[in-house]
């Protein structure tokens, strides 16, 4: 498994401060965000899961705990919108270039709009994916939502 993906590249060209995390990814999980947190035994507040969306038609990403449900009219809300839904996964994959169970908001083959759950701010760290089923990133909060210049707004039910 490489720890180098395109989501560590492009947090090591906007210079942030991170730490790469590896774990036992189980295919099949149901809840994958639930399942990285414990298998790096952190909470799920500090373990966020990667959302797209799609509000009034257009592809945004929601980043939030994994053990938080999307409000769709705090999501669309949040990027200005009138309606919010979830991507289909194909679509997903095709938005960003990474794989369901490996999507981050890092490095995504397409720039799009990125909210963070305001709630993660609270916390001392934060844990993404890294754009690989398995590999995660450590970093700030604060350094999260610079490097993906990601708005923070409420975005769980």
Known sequence: MS???RATQALHKAGAAFEVLTYDYQSGAERIGLQAAAAIG??????LKTLMV????????????????????RVAAAFGGKAATMMPPAEAEKA?????????????K????????AAALAEPYVIINAGQRGVMVRLSPAEAVRVLEAVTE????
Not at 110 to 117: D, H, Q, S, T, W
Request: glycine fraction near 12%.
């Open 54 to 73: 799609l509000v009034d038609g257009k592809p945004a990403c929601c980043v939030v705990p994994s053990d938080g449900e999307l409000s769709m009219k």
């Open 154 to 157: 409420p975005l769980l039910a």
């Open 110 to 117: 397409k720039r799009l709009p990125v909210a963070i759950e």
């Open 3 to 5: 720890k180098t993906t």
């Open 96 to 108: 960003t270039g990474y794989h369901v169970g490996g999507i981050s908001p890092f490095g995504a």
């Open 42 to 47: 952190e909470p799920p507040s500090r373990v």
